[in-house]
C-alpha cells in the first residue's frame, strides 16, 4: 500500500503550524504574568477609589499571589487528570470574569475577592500552559527555542504590567488596568480555541485529595504568614501562627505522599535530581524577582518623582533586556553548556542588582536605573529559561502538567518569602536611618540594602547552581518496560507511530546469510565503517533492551534506546532529536527462493513539531537516508561474503 498516496484522500484537518500554537500558549503565560504586576503602580489611585486602608491596600496584591502560588499544584496535577486544553480553557474563563469583576467592583471586600478568583484562573493557566507548550516541543533545540519564548514572556509581562499599568491609570483611571486583563484572557481563549488542538484528555490515576488539601492549606499558611510579616512583623502571633501551622502540615504533606500510590507529588518526578535542582534554584532566582519589580517602581515615584506612566515606560529597556535574553538564552546554553549559562546569568544579574545598590537619594535615571536594568534584565532571562528547562526536563508525559505547576509553586513561594524578608529588611533599614537623615535619604538607604542582599543571595545561588546542575544525572528517555517470553526479549509498544506526519516503508534483498546482515546491523560500534553517514557511534558494551546508545549523523547528535530485540529477526529503538520523535523498527528474514539471502524490511515514524510544520520535505529527507543505510548495508554485507 501506497501510504502518501492514501493519505490524500482522508479528509484530515490541517494541524495549526507551532508558531501559532506557540504564541497562543505563551500569550497565556503573559497574561498570568501581567496581571502580577499591573496594578503596582496603581495602588494609589486605587485605595482612593475603594476606600481601602494602607493595610488593605497591601492584600490587592496579595490575595492574587496568595491563591496563585498556594493552588499551582493542584491545579497542574487537575490538568494532568482531566486534560490540559480542558483545564487551560476553564482557567482563562474565571480569570477573564474574576478581572472584569475587578474592575468594576466599588468595595474592597469585593475588589480582594475578584483577584483571589484572578488567582485561582492563574493556577489552573500556568501549568497546563506550559505543559502544552512542552508536549509540542519534545526535547532538543524546539524545546530550547519555546522555553526561550517562554521565558521573554513571562519577564515582558512582568515589566510590560508596570507600563501598562502607568499608561491606562494616567489615561483612564485604575477600573481599566483590570478590563484590559480581561479583554486579553478573553482574546487569549479565542486564540487557544483556534490553534491549540485537543490533548490526550484525561489521563489514568486518582486526584490525591488529602495531599492536596494539606498541601494547599500548608502553602496557604506560609504565604500568609509571610506577606503579613511586611507589616505586621516577624514577632505578630498570627503571623507565628500561620508559620508553624505551615511547618507543621509540610511535615504532614510528605508523610502522606510517602503512603499514597496516587502521590500529588510522586517520587518519580525526581528521580534524575534534575527537577529538583531546577525547583532549588527557580525559587531562589523568584526571591529577588518578584522583589525587583516591588522596589524598582518604588524607587522611581517616592525617589525620583516620576508619574506612573514616566515608571512604566522605565521599564522598558529592562523588559527588552529580558526579551534579547531570552531569545539568545538557548544558543548560549549550546555553546558554553546548561550549568556554565545559568552560572554566568545569575552572577550577570547578581552584578546589575549590586549596581542598583548604589542608587542615590540624588540619582537619576540615567545613572541609578537605566545600566543596571540591562544587566539584570538579561541575566534574569537566560537564568529563567534554563531553570525552567532543568525543572521540567525529563519529566514523564503523565507528570508534565504536575512538573509546570511545582516550578510556578516554588517561583511564587519564593517570590514571597523574599519579598517579605526583604520588605522588612529595607522597612528596618529606613527606620533606622530617619533619625537625623532626610525622608529620602533614609528611604533611599533602605531600597540600597535590599538590592545588596538580593545581590549575594543571587551569587549563591550561582555557585549553588555549580553543585545541584553537575550532581544532577543527565536525562534520557525511559526505556520501555521490559517484556521476556522464553529466548524472547522485546518490551511494549515497540512499533511505529502509525498517526505520525511522516511514515516511510523500505525493504531490500541482500544476497548474504541473515547471521551475517544481522551481525552488521547490530554491530552499532562499527557502523561508520560501512554507513558514511554516520560520523561516530558511542555504545557501551553488548546490546540489550532498555539500553541507549548516542550517535551522529548527518550533524545531529542522536541518543536512541533499545525498545525491542528479537535476535536475527527484529530490533526497534528509537528517541527524541531536534524537536523530532522517531520509532525505527527492523525486520530480517531468510529469503523463500532456495537462495542463502536475507530480505531487511524498515519503517521509520517521525512526530513532533518541526515535521508538522514540513511533513514533504522532512519526509523526503527521511526516504533518502533509509534508501542510503539500505545500500550501505547490502554492499558491505555482500562484500564480507
Known amino acids: 500500500m501506497n501510504v502518501a498516496h492514501t493519505r490524500t484522500h482522508q479528509p484530515v484537518r490541517r494541524p495549526a503550524r507551532p ?38 491596600t497591601t492584600w490587592v496584591v496579595n490575595a492574587y499571589g496568595l491563591a496563585f502560588g498556594a493552588l499551582l499544584l493542584a491545579g497542574g496535577r487537575v490538568a494532568d487528570l482531566l486534560g490540559r486544553r480542558r483545564v487551560l480553557f476553564a482557567g482563562l474563563g474565571l480569570f477573564a470574569t474574576a478581572s472584569l469583576a475587578a474592575g468594576l467592583a466599588t468595595s474592597a471586600g469585593v475588589l480582594i475577592a475578584a483577584r483571589t478568583a484572578q488567582g485561582l484562573g492563574a493556577a489552573a493557566i500556568a501549568p497546563a500552559a506550559l505543559a502544552l507548550a512542552m508536549d509540542r516541543f519534545p526535547s532538543g533545540p524546539g524545546r530550547g527555542r519555546a522555553l526561550g519564548v517562554w521565558g521573554a514572556v513571562s519577564g515582558g509581562g512582568a ?15 485604575w477600573p481599566w488596568i483590570f478590563h484590559s486583563v480581561a479583554l486579553g484572557a478573553a482574546l487569549v ?24 488539601v494539606t498541601v494547599t492549606l ?9 506577606t503579613t510579616a511586611r507589616a505586621a512583623g516577624w514577632t505578630d502571633a498570627r503571623v507565628l501562627g500561620a508559620l508553624g501551622a505551615a511547618v507543621a502540615l509540610l511535615a504532614a504533606f510528605a508523610v502522606i505522599e510517602v503512603r499514597r500510590p496516587d502521590a500529588l507529588v510522586p517520587a518519580r518526578l525526581f528521580a534524575t535530581g534534575r527537577v529538583a535542582a531546577g525547583n532549588v534554584l527557580t525559587a531562589l532566582l523568584g526571591s529577588v524577582w518578584i522583589a525587583l519589580f516591588f522596589f524598582l517602581p518604588l524607587y522611581q515615584q517616592q525617589v525620583l518623582g516620576s508619574g506612573p506612566l514616566a515608571t512604566g515606560v522605565g521599564q522598558l529597556p529592562l523588559a527588552c533586556a529580558h526579551m534579547i535574553g531570552s531569545s539568545l538564552a538557548p544558543r548560549i546554553a549550546r555553546r558554553l553548556g546548561a550549568t556554565a549559562t545559568v552560572t554566568a546569568a545569575l552572577l550577570t544579574e547578581a552584578a546589575g542588582l549590586l549596581w542598583l545598590s548604589r542608587m542615590g537619594a540624588d540619582g537619576s535615571y540615567a545613572t541609578d536605573v537605566l545600566g543596571p536594568s540591562i544587566l539584570v534584565g538579561l541575566g534574569l532571562s537566560v537564568a529563567f529559561v534554563q531553570l525552567t528547562a532543568l525543572a521540567v526536563e525529563g519529566v514523564p ?36 536611618a530617619s533619625a537625623g537623615t532626610p525622608p529620602l535619604e533614609a528611604l533611599t538607604a533602605g531600597y540600597r540594602a535590599a538590592f545588596a542582599v538580593s545581590a549575594a543571595v543571587l551569587a549563591a545561588t550561582a555557585l549553588l547552581a555549580l553543585l545541584l546542575a553537575r550532581r544532577a544525572a543527565p536525562v534520557s528517555p525511559p526505556p520501555p518496560h521490559p517484556l521476556r517470553t522464553g529466548s524472547t526479549v522485546m518490551t511494549e509498544k515497540a512499533t511505529v507511530d502509525e498517526t505520525a506526519p511522516v511514515v516511510v516503508r523500505l525493504s531490500t534483498v541482500i544476497d548474504a546469510p541473515l547471521a551475517t546482515v544481522w551481525g552488521l546491523h547490530t554491530d552499532i560500534a562499527d557502523w561508520p565503517a560501512w554507513n558514511a553517514d554516520i560520523d561516530r557511534v558511542e555504545v557501551q558494551g553488548p546490546l540489550l533492551p532498555g539500553d541507549s546508545f548516542s550517535w551522529h549523523t548527518h550533524g545531529l547528535d542522536i541518543t536512541s534506546t533499545v525498545y525491542e530485540l528479537v535476535p536475527g529477526e527484529r530490533i526497534v529503538w528509537g528517541g527524541p532529536a531536534a524537536g523530532i520523535t522517531g520509532t525505527h ?11 542463502d539471502g536475507t530480505t531487511v524490511r524498515t519503517e521509520e515514524s517521525w512526530s513532533g513539531a518541526p515535521v508538522e510544520a514540513s511533513a ?21 554485507a555482500e562484500q564480507t561474503v
Do not use: C
Open 189 to 212: 481563549l479565542a486564540a487557544v480555541a483556534v490553534y491549540v488542538p485537543r490533548d490526550a484528555g484525561r489521563s489514568s490515576g486518582r486526584f490525591d485529595l488529602p495531599g492536596t
Open 159 to 173: 515589566a510590560g504590567g508596570v507600563l501598562l499599568g502607568g499608561a491606562l491609570t494616567q489615561a483612564w483611571g
Open 616 to 636: 514533504d520535505e522532512l519526509g523526503k529527507a527521511l526516504r533518502d537516508s533509509l534508501e542510503a543505510w539500505l545500500r550501505h548495508l547490502k554492499s558491505r
Open 218 to 226: 500548608a502553602l496557604t499558611g506560609l504565604v500568609w504568614g509571610l
Open 19 to 56: 508558531v501559532a500554537v506557540l504564541a497562543a500558549l505563551a500569550a497565556a503565560q503573559f497574561t498570568v504574568m501581567l496581571a502580577t504586576s499591573i496594578v503596582n503602580v496603581a495602588l494609589p489611585q486605587i485605595r482612593a477609589g475603594t476606600g481601602l486602608t494602607d493595610s488593605g
Open 585 to 595: 523498527v527492523w525486520t530480517f528474514e531468510r529469503t523463500t527462493d532456495g537462495t
Open 397 to 432: 508525559g503523565q507528570d508534565a502538567g504536575l512538573a509546570g505547576g511545582l516550578v510556578n509553586t516554588t517561583r511564587q513561594v519564593g517570590g514571597a518569602i523574599g519579598l517579605a524578608a526583604l520588605a522588612t529588611l529595607a522597612g528596618s533599614v529606613t527606620a533606622h
